[in-house]
């Protein structure tokens, strides 16, 4: 790996929330930035209503755009992600499906409630930077 994930003696764990506190890339390391992703299938249509099989097929879909440059979700150091309508109860499919994709090694992550993406059947939108060893 290229990229370096440290949790900090004195802040607390974070990765069963789905993230991690720091992250570093070696000077001259290649940055592949993925636009926000969402759950749409290959037309552009949003999979599903229900907001965990959306969290899903967000990730699987950074996986695509990443596997277009010789990359996968290991190669994530950086996720910011948007939530509509955030509450509480979201966090648990997202951390789940972090946790699925990332394990014990999550990337950084910012999560930012939202009161709307670009179109009503959005409900969440990751935007991902990875780093090329």
Known sequence: MAH???NPDGLHDPTPFGYSHTAT????????LVAGQYGSDPDGAVVSADFGE?????????GVALAAH?????????LRTYVVNHDV??????????QK?????PPTQT??????????????????????P
Do not use: C, K, S
């Not at 959306?54 to 879909?61: A, C, D």
């Not at 994709?101 to 090694?105: D, E, K, M, P, V």
């Not at 999560?111 to 090329?132: C, N, S, Y």
């Open 4 to 6: 370096a994930i440290v």
């Open 25 to 32: 890339v070696p000077a001259g390391t290649e940055l592949v």
């Open 54 to 62: 959306q969290v899903e097929r967000t990730f699987h879909n950074i």
């Open 70 to 78: 010789g990359l996968d979700l290991g190669h994530v150091v950086r």
């Open 89 to 98: 109860t979201r966090l648990g499919p997202i951390a789940a499906a972090v």
């Open 101 to 105: 994709h990332w394990g014990g090694r």
């Open 111 to 132: 999560l930012i409630g939202v009161a709307a993406l670009a179109t009503p059947d959005m409900l969440f939108e990751v935007e991902a930077v990875a780093a090329r």
